[in-house]
Each structure stands twice: as C-alpha cells, then as structure tokens.
C-alpha cells in the first residue's frame, strides 16, 4: 500500500516537473520608461551632492545619519525628486557653502515634515 502512495506521488511530481513554467510580460509604455530614466538620473544627481565630503559633515553636525538622509531621499516623489535635483543642478559648480546650507536645509525640511527627526523642536 505505502508503495503505490509513494509510486502515485513521485509519478505526479514527475509530471509536473515536465510542464513548462507561465511568465507573465505586458508592454512598458514610453511615458513610463521615460520617467524611469528621468528617476535614476535626478536619484544619481542628488545623491552625489549629498556625498559631498562638507554636506555629510553638515549632516553629522546637526545629528542628522547620512544614511538616514539617503533612505528618505530613495523614497521621495517623482516631483520632489525632481524639484531637488534642479536646485542641485542650479546650484554653482564651486558648490558654495549657502547652496550645501540651503540642500541640507530642504533635506532637513523634508525629514521634519515625515516625523524622522525633530530637529526643529530641540530649541526653545
């Protein structure tokens, strides 16, 4: 009896091995590929400004995690993303110290507003 239960179950396992596997594709639209690159490359902008040796020790000062910063950067909006990046990309190329002031200021704006840190609320 235990046999033929195991001779069944092996015989099904076997057939199911020889069933080809279903993969589901849809079209990607080009709006949507579009925005995708325009993501990456405003992600890959603000990223390098806020690996900047003096924003990080900005960061560090303030008691702010600079991997703390990087995740909540990962998670912003397309437009807030956007936005960011431009100001970056406005900002001089010196990087002067009020444009790394003002980038840790929104970063720091942003963090405030989600609840990470209350930085703002430390001062009498």
Known sequence: M????LIQVVCVAMLNLGSPMVAHAGLIGTLQAVEADTRAQDLA??????????????????GVDPAEVEARVAVLTDAELRSLAGQVADAPAGGSALAVIGIVFLVLLILEAVGVIDVFKKFP
Do not use: M, N, Y
């Open 45 to 62: 902008t603000v990223s390098a400004a806020l690996a900047r040796d003096q924003v990080r020790g900005q960061f560090i000062a303030l």
């Open 2 to 5: 235990f046999k033929r239960l």
